[in-house]
């Protein structure tokens, strides 16, 4: 989307943080793992106690999170006068559990 000459790109940067500190741990939990493989028995024994939980753990929050962003529906923003600022309204359809309705206010911060 283009306005006034400028690229707007919408980000919530609370899924992408979520998302990011989900794959941190996968990718830790796959190294604690692998590196268990040359420590001794206990040791071995321990790391993959942990690592495998929390691997399997992190990779169903990742699941979790895409389904929930595929049932999330934006609205077309709606400007400021002076382009600083965006209103959005995300619609959350749970079926028969209802979901939420939420009105976001994005700022323009100075990036380009």
Not at 1 to 11: E, N, S
Not at 58 to 69: D, F, K, Q, R
Not at 87 to 103: C, H, K, V
Request: glycine share 8%; aromatic share 8%; hydrophobic share 50%.
């Amino acid at each position: 989307m283009r306005f006034r000459g400028i690229d707007v790109l919408f980000i919530d940067w609370r899924v992408a943080l979520m998302c990011m500190t989900a794959l941190a741990v996968l990718i830790g939990s796959i190294w604690g793992f692998r590196k268990a493989e040359r420590a001794e028995v206990p040791a071995r024994v321990l790391a993959r106690l942990f690592s495998g939980p929390f691997a399997a753990m992190s990779t169903l929050l990742l699941i979790m999170m895409g389904c929930n962003e595929l049932e999330t529906t934006h609205s077309a923003p709606l400007y400021s006068p002076n382009g600083t600022q965006a209103l959005r309204s995300d619609d959350f359809d749970a079926g028969a559990l209802g979901g939420w309705t939420a009105i976001i206010l994005h700022s323009n911060h100075g990036l380009s």
